[in-house]
């Protein structure tokens, strides 16, 4: 195939970086929800590496997009990169990339301003991410005939494996967190136990 | 202007990151949770006060101007 | 529909004229009569809430007893949906007067008066008024009558004997910050004579504005103020985290005045009788008279109507003097001061403040000297455990340690060294450090208990215990809440 130029490598070339990184700082959020730690750092650098990731990321997604763009071999308009299913050259897949791009803005712009919204509707957004990685998981492999087999498929089901047994490990969390109004009662039958001996002063009288 | 930190105590949810950045004027009680100098911030912390509530995860942590 | 019955009755005195003669803003009830004399005021003495006899009273008794209701500026009726046309209208009502002009010459008289919140935190209620008053837009009022300490009765018991003089402060203070929607929450459980009331004040048109009436659950924290508003928008009645303030910020983002349904009562008679009237009582920093739920140690519990700095040795009769070993002054919330001694302090903040005590929901129980205080004060701390909303931190872990320990100090045996240090530093941990005051107020309960029950902690340390009776003496409510629904 003639007229491959350095544009259409260094596209997917970043494009495989960036699933990388987005494969991180998603396992990287989880932790950061159930309050994980990586060993030997502080509490902080599970927040930091998840947040500043998160930015390197989108960066080499600008990357990503940008040299795809450019690139002459196929006819790419920039605003297929933010508007789904706009471009003529993979329709779909291209456009998959695109929902998932506009889910990472959002997130992106909502946690910048952080400070100033309320609490419940930036969580909402970033909530989004679950939605976010496996589209960027589905474009990755569909738009890109390298990914669909060879070493670079196996990176790929590498990531969705890590991300499934993170996943698991967030939902046994969940699963084990009682709801609020169940809270109350084990932690007064916890304790109850450990300091009465006498049947009849239980913490349910 | 000298502001003050405050807790939202319903948000926090006891991940501890405020009293890493800050410990100077949050500690953590034997359960984890974040008890908060209430006096204002020293204008010599208030970076390192803005940074701390910039990373709470559970967007729990405020500077509030001193009312 | 009952007009006003101007016969002095025999504990009444005439006075002399004050400013507002209530019949002067010329609204419709007053059927027929253009012109009124006076009405005569009531000399300023108890009872001044409960009706005598002590029996529900119908609003035609209570229109009788008190008066018109008396509102200061001219009646709106467009805010009605129900509107008919009734002969009762006088011609000088303008029915296309749409501005709603409130008048907020009550929220000065209250302000002369100085009345204080009935609802257990005291605060000048001319204020909270004026917050509201001065707010731009909607405006929402509730009366609050969940009474959701369990040892109080004294709101059941003015809802059950005058709940037309609670409607009225309701309604009068709706126009005072003008609040075109009222809400009225209830304890859970029966209320027949309050909605009795609300209808026949509906049959009769007194009222400018609906009220809607809520049941709260029966959960302890029912009652705060935001978790009132939690529950009016449909939500539990789960406290929130407080800034804004619901005087700024409540119900649908609208400022709401939420006021306990004894001070409502409160300022309907004022907007009767005058700030000097309401004055004539109590003492000069504390004015008026309040309701107190008054658990004596070997008679029947009672609510009374006393003078604000009355002697606790007038409520409290012999008995307790003799009897009791420590008084619950307050309520749950509260503290426990010893006795014989509290006999001697006064019914104000004032004097009871430097015994670290408050006046909070009323509640003055004298705990009888055969009963165990310590397996009374751990019982409640275990039921003020159970009840924490368990969305803060400290309290969901604080409280229910500070139960289990002090239900351990409360059987006769020797306890762990650690134990009273543990209760002392989780109290102090909780302090002000959850989104209500529950974890304070427990923790203010708890350390009161171990101050004025300490000799029969070192008495239990020795594996004794001078109890006789193992009766519990306070009521507490049954069933811990598990469920989401538990709050709703």
């Not at chain 3, 029947?300 to 420590?326: C, F, H, M, W, Y």
């Not at chain 3, 029950?453 to 215990?465: D, I, S, V, W």
Request: hydrophobic share 45%; aromatic share 4%; glycine share 8%.
């Amino acid at each position: 195939m003639n007229g491959t130029t350095a544009f259409w490598y260094a596209s997917r070339a970043t494009g495989i970086v960036a699933l990388l990184l987005l494969t991180v700082v998603f396992v990287l959020g989880l932790l950061v929800t159930r309050q994980g730690r990586l060993p030997g750092l502080p509490r902080f650098a599970v927040t930091s590496l998840h947040r500043n990731i998160s930015l390197l990321a989108v960066a080499f997604v600008a990357v990503h997009v940008l040299t795809a763009v450019l690139d002459t071999y196929v006819s790419i308009p920039l605003a297929s990169a933010v508007i789904p299913f706009a471009s003529g050259y993979e329709r779909f897949w291209l456009g998959l990339g695109a929902i998932s791009l506009d889910l990472m803005l959002a997130m992106i712009v909502t946690s910048l301003l952080r400070g100033r919204l309320n609490r419940i509707l930036w969580r909402a957004v970033h909530l989004l991410a679950y939605l976010s990685w496996p589209v960027a998981l589905a474009h990755s492999i569909g738009s890109s005939r390298d990914l669909q087999h060879g070493w670079l498929l196996d990176l790929a089901v590498g990531c969705a494996l890590v991300v499934l047994a993170a996943m698991i490990w967030r939902l046994a969390g969940a699963v084990r967190q009682l709801p609020r109004a169940a809270r109350v009662a084990a932690m007064m039958t916890k304790h109850a136990t450990t300091r009465s001996h006498n049947p009849r002063e239980s913490a349910a009288r | 202007m000298a502001d003050t930190l405050r807790v939202n105590p319903i948000a926090c949810s006891g991940h501890g990151v405020c009293a890493e950045l800050l410990p100077e004027l949050i500690d953590l009680d034997e359960w984890g949770y974040p008890i908060v100098d209430p006096h204002p911030v020293p204008p010599a912390l208030d970076p390192e006060a803005r940074r701390a509530v910039a990373a709470c995860p559970a967007l729990a942590l405020r500077l509030l101007k001193r009312p | 529909m009952t007009t006003a019955v101007n016969e002095p009755s025999a504990t009444r005195h005439p006075h002399p004229t004050w400013p507002y003669a209530p019949n002067e803003a010329g609204h419709a009830q007053q059927a027929g009569h253009a012109q009124q004399a006076p009405q005569a005021r009531p000399a300023p003495t108890l009872p001044r809430l409960l009706p005598t006899p002590q029996k529900p009273e119908s609003l035609r008794a209570h229109l009788t007893r008190l008066g018109p209701v008396p509102y200061r500026s001219r009646s709106n009726r467009t805010d009605r949906t129900d509107r008919t046309d009734r002969t009762d209208r006088t011609d000088r009502t303008d029915r296309t007067d749409r501005t709603d002009r409130t008048d907020r010459s009550l929220i000065a008289d209250i302000e002369a008066a100085g009345l204080t919140g009935r609802g257990g935190a005291a605060f000048p209620v001319h204020r909270k008024l004026a917050v509201v008053a001065n707010a731009r837009g909607r405006k929402v009022i509730v009366a609050n009558g969940a009474e959701s300490e369990p040892a109080s009765h004294k709101d059941a018991v003015l809802l059950r004997l005058a709940p037309n003089l609670v409607l009225d402060g309701l309604h009068l203070a709706a126009e005072a910050i003008g609040a075109r929607e009222a809400h009225l929450y209830l304890h859970s459980g029966p209320n027949p004579e309050i909605l009795r009331a609300l209808a026949e004040r509906s049959a009769a048109n007194l009222d400018r504005i609906d009220v809607t009436v809520t049941k709260a659950p029966p959960r302890f924290l029912a009652g705060q103020e935001t978790a009132l508003v939690n529950r009016l928008s449909g939500g539990p009645a789960l406290p929130m985290f407080a800034p804004p303030r619901v005087s700024e910020r409540g119900l649908a983002g609208a400022p709401t005045l939420v006021q306990n349904v004894e001070t409502l009562a409160h300022l309907a008679l004022i907007a009767r009788y005058g700030p000097q009237w309401f004055r004539a009582l109590g003492t000069g920093a504390e004015p008026g008279s309040m309701l107190a739920t008054i658990y004596h140690a070997a008679a029947r519990p009672e609510v009374v109507e006393a003078g604000i700095g009355t002697p606790l040795s007038t409520l409290l009769n012999k008995d307790d003097a003799a009897q009791a070993q420590a008084l619950l002054v307050g309520g749950f919330h509260g503290t426990w001061l010893p006795m014989p001694h509290a006999a001697e302090l006064t019914l104000d903040n004032k004097a009871l403040s430097r015994h670290g005590a408050a006046l909070g929901a009323g509640l003055l129980a004298a705990l009888p000297a055969d009963r165990c205080g310590l397996v009374e004060a751990a019982r409640i701390t275990r039921y003020l455990a159970a009840e924490s909303a368990g969305q803060c931190g400290p309290c969901l872990n604080g409280l229910p340690r500070m139960a289990a320990a002090l239900t351990d100090l409360a059987r006769p045996h020797r306890p762990d060294r650690q134990t009273r240090a543990d209760i002392e530093r989780w109290a102090g941990l909780v302090t002000g450090r959850g989104a209500c005051s529950h974890p304070d107020g427990t923790a203010r309960f708890v350390k009161s208990a171990l101050i004025v029950f300490a000799p029969e902690l070192a008495r239990h340390e020795r594996g004794r215990c001078s109890a006789t009776d193992p009766r519990p003496f306070l009521p507490l409510p049954h069933g811990m809440p598990t469920t989401e629904e538990d709050w709703t």
